[in-house]
């Protein structure tokens, strides 16, 4: 008996991951931005889990009592981006807390996602190219859009992260072929 089992290596399996379609709404625009959306989501999912998982790591090691954190974990002394109900223990609040901002940090990661594809997918379309004009554009949209969806956004917030997205997306574009 013979058996004939498909092998693929890790990569193969990135590609083929590609090249299928989750989802078909009837129009590519739709279904490159419900794909785009579902896989940064997920990204941004496992991203706030492993942060959340150094930090109580970091607490449980005592190097946040000591005064040991390290620099760039600080911004002015205080430490950022952890959540308010995290305190590293394993009760009900604890765990509540984690899961809401997972689920925060995979919108904000889907909403740029999905802004980013729907809007570079938009520009090809209308102008029959997509070069790194269309990626700065759409760069600098997605940056006012996660700008616009902090808690904390000052005119200088949005103009910043408009700038930094115009900037990262142009760069992206432009080393496409280099590596």
Known sequence: MSHSLETRSLMGEIRHFDKCSFFDFGHPLLNRIAESFVKAAGIGA????????????????????????????TVDGKKRHRAPGLRGETNRKSLEALVMNTGKESLQWGLGAGVYSGITYGLREARGVHDWKNSAVAGAITGVALALAAEDRSHEQIVQCAITGAAISTAANLLTGIF
């Not at 959340?52 to 005064?67: C, D, K, N, R, V």
Request: cysteine-free; proline content about 7%; hydrophobic content about 45%.
């Open 46 to 73: 496992i991203q706030a889990v492993s942060r959340e998982a150094y930090f109580t790591a970091i607490e449980g090691a005592g190097l946040e009592l000591s005064g040991g954190v390290p620099p760039e974990l």
